[in-house]
T-cell receptor, first 110, second 110 residues
Framework: QKEVEQNSGPLSVPEGAIASLNCTYSDRGSQSFFWYRQYSGKSPELIMFIYSNGDKEDGRFTAQLNKASQYVSLLIRDSQPSDSATYLCAPREPGNQFYFGTGTSLTVIP | DVKVTQSSRYLVKRTGEKVFLECVQDMDHENMFWYRQDPGLGLRLIYFSYDVKMKEKGDIPEGYSVSREKKERFSLILESASTNQTSMYLC?????????FGPGTRLTVL
């Protein structure tokens, strides 16, 4: 059984702070890693993905990957109230299957 | 613009009814997926399809079947709905790396 572990939260940060979301995964065969944002009552939307060890930046978002430690993280800089959502970590297998963590709930306090 | 649509946003059915959930994508993607999402359990894969008439079981296929007669359409069938199938059902499609979700169908089985 492939597992993805995320701290369910809730994680609360003040507006303007850095939010740090963490994810560990069990399957060493996973090749790429996706972060989705899901607002309450809505479907997940892709924020970014990463497939190489190290950091990848996209605007206020930075994904970090360490395959040796089986660890992925998402940093959100200058957090805004509109960032309040659940964040899902999803490793992707070679066969195009994704498997999802249960998500971390983030609240950005104005 | 990427688009995945689902036939209903909300659906109420009775125990024992046969239920069809339809998903259509307009991106010519080979891969399509059906998930259910429940509080505390995250997104769980029911079935996926990587080509027309091809299907693979996911983690929780029991009580479900699928049909993919055309590339753009992937149907989820509940042969005899039960109350434990009350859930949010999400369809997704993907090509290579990214996976795109439909808006979801909130199914209630009474």
């Amino acid at each position: 059984q492939k597992e993805v572990e995320q701290n369910s939260g809730p994680l609360s940060v003040p507006e303007g702070a850095i939010a740090s979301l963490n994810c560990t995964y069990s399957d060493r065969g996973s090749q790429s890693f996706f972060w989705y944002r899901q607002y309450s009552g809505k479907s997940p939307e892709l924020i970014m993905f990463i497939y190489s060890n190290g950091d990848k930046e996209d605007g206020r978002f930075t994904a970090q990957l360490n395959k040796a430690s089986q660890y992925v993280s998402l940093l959100i800089r200058d957090s805004q109230p509109s960032d309040s959502a659940t964040y899902l970590c999803a490793p992707r297998e070679p066969g195009n299957q994704f498997y999802f963590g249960t998500g971390t709930s983030l609240t950005v306090i104005p | 613009d990427v688009k995945v649509t689902q036939s209903s946003r909300y659906l109420v059915k009775r125990t024992g009814e046969k239920v069809f959930l339809e998903c259509v994508q307009d991106m010519d993607h080979e891969n399509m997926f059906w998930y259910r999402q429940d509080p505390g359990l995250g997104l769980r894969l029911i079935y996926f399809s990587y080509d027309v008439k091809m299907k693979e079981k996911g983690d929780i296929p029991e009580g479900y079947s699928v049909s993919r007669e055309k590339k753009e359409r992937f149907s989820l069938i509940l042969e005899s709905a039960s109350t434990n199938q009350t859930s949010m059902y999400l369809c997704a499609s993907s090509y290579r790396r990214e996976q795109f979700f439909g808006p979801g169908t909130r199914l209630t089985v009474l």
